[in-house]
């Protein structure tokens, strides 16, 4: 059955995602993009070779410890436990 999936997230990351606050996200040093002048973190959660079955509690507690920038892709076959 397909995951449904709001702005990207699975229902239950995007929850977490919302209702976890982050001070030390706030302290994390971010980069302003050019086009819309958005705040990315610099350091991020990789996501390459992270089994299956690990990756989502993986992307999990890093939310909740103040991650907000994951690499993920296609072909590191982890999508869907990503909640992408």
């Not at 050019?34 to 509690?57: C, I, N, Y």
């Not at 993986?58 to 909740?64: E, S, Y």
Request: charged fraction near 15%; proline fraction near 6%.
């Amino acid at each position: 059955a397909a995951i449904p999936v709001v702005g990207g997230l699975v229902p239950h990351m995007l929850a977490i995602l919302l209702a976890v606050p982050s001070t030390s996200c706030s302290a994390m040093q971010t980069l302003t993009l050019r086009s819309s002048k958005d705040q990315m973190p610099v350091v991020g959660l990789g996501l390459w070779k992270v089994p299956r079955e690990t990756t989502a509690d993986a992307v999990l507690d890093a939310i909740k410890a103040g991650y907000r920038h994951f690499d993920c892709a296609c072909d590191y076959g982890n999508e869907a436990e990503v909640g992408a």
